[in-house]
C-alpha cells in the first residue's frame, strides 16, 4: 500500500543550529501537507504544497515539495525553542484524497 | 470558538467498560476523520465520514469500535468493552473536500486510560 517514510525520527539541536526533516513518499503525490505538534498538543496544519517544484516560506521555515512530487522536505533555520516538537508530513494520494501520515520527526533544541 | 471541539478531554475507565467520545467538527466541513495516536507516534487513522456516510474504516479497527455521523455534523466514536491496549489519545479532525486540496483542523483529542 500506499506509505509516507519520515527521516529522521529524532532530532536534538542546539538552539540556533538548523535543522532539517524529510518525507518520500512510495508513490506519487497530489499535494503534501505538514503540521507540527507541540508536547501535550495536537497536531496543527501549517503548510500545504501542490505544484512540482514547489518552495515556501514561513519566517525561518521553509518547505520544498520534490520534482516527482513523491518527496518533501522542512527546513528550520536558527532553532528557537519554540520550534521543539513533532513535525509530521501527510501526503494527498488517490481519488479519495485521503491523507497518508508520516510518523513524525520529534524536535528537541537545547537554549 | 469555531474550531474542531471534542468531548471530553479526559476519561478514565477501568477495563470491560465502554466508552463514547464527541467530536463536533467546523461547521462548514463535510469531511470528519477519527485517529488514535499513542506516545510517540503518529496519528493512525482509524475512519472517516463524508457527510453522514461512513466511507472507509481501518482494518486495524476491531469490532469493539464503531463511529457514527447521524446527522452530518458532529461524530461520536464508542469503544465497547475496553482493554489495556485501548488507552491512547483519539483525535478527531475535519476538512472540507470538493476545493482540490485537503487540509484537516484536528480538535484537541480525548485522552483514555484503561485501568
Known amino acids: 500500500g500506499q506509505q509516507v517514510m519520515q527521516i529522521p525520527q529524532y532530532q536534538h539541536v542546539q538552539e540556533g543550529e538548523d535543522f532539517t526533516t524529510y518525507c518520500n513518499s512510495s508513490?506519487?503525490?497530489?499535494?503534501i501537507q505538514w503540521y507540527k505538534q507541540r508536547p501535550g498538543g495536537h497536531p496543527v496544519f501549517l503548510i500545504q504544497?501542490?505544484?512540482s517544484g514547489e518552495v515556501k516560506k514561513q519566517k525561518r521555515l521553509t518547505f520544498q515539495f520534490g520534482e516527482a512530487k513523491k518527496n518533501s522536505s522542512l527546513h528550520i533555520t536558527a532553532t528557537q525553542t519554540t520550534d521543539v516538537g513533532t513535525y509530521f508530513c501527510?501526503?494527498?494520494?488517490?481519488?479519495?484524497?485521503?491523507?497518508?501520515w508520516g510518523l513524525g520527526t520529534s524536535l528537541a533544541v537545547n537554549p | 470558538d469555531t474550531g474542531v471541539s471534542q468531548d471530553p478531554r479526559h476519561k478514565i475507565t477501568k477495563r470491560g467498560q465502554n466508552v463514547t467520545f464527541r467530536c463536533d467538527p467546523i461547521s462548514e466541513h463535510n469531511r470528519l476523520y477519527w485517529y488514535r495516536q499513542t506516545l510517540g507516534q503518529g496519528p493512525e487513522f482509524l475512519t472517516y465520514f463524508q457527510n453522514e456516510a461512513q466511507l472507509e474504516k481501518s482494518r486495524l479497527l476491531s469490532d469493539r469500535f464503531s463511529a457514527e455521523r447521524p446527522k452530518g455534523s458532529f461524530s461520536t466514536l464508542e469503544i465497547q468493552r475496553t482493554e489495556q491496549g485501548d488507552s491512547a489519545m483519539y483525535l478527531c479532525?475535519?476538512?472540507?473536500?470538493?476545493?482540490?486540496?485537503?487540509?484537516?483542523?484536528f480538535g484537541p483529542g480525548t485522552r483514555l486510560l484503561v485501568l
Open positions: 501527510a501526503g494527498g494520494a488517490g481519488n479519495n484524497r485521503k491523507l497518508i
Open positions: 508513490t506519487t503525490l497530489s499535494n
Open positions: 504544497l501542490v505544484k
Open positions: 479532525a475535519s476538512s472540507l473536500d470538493g476545493t482540490g486540496v485537503e487540509t484537516q483542523y
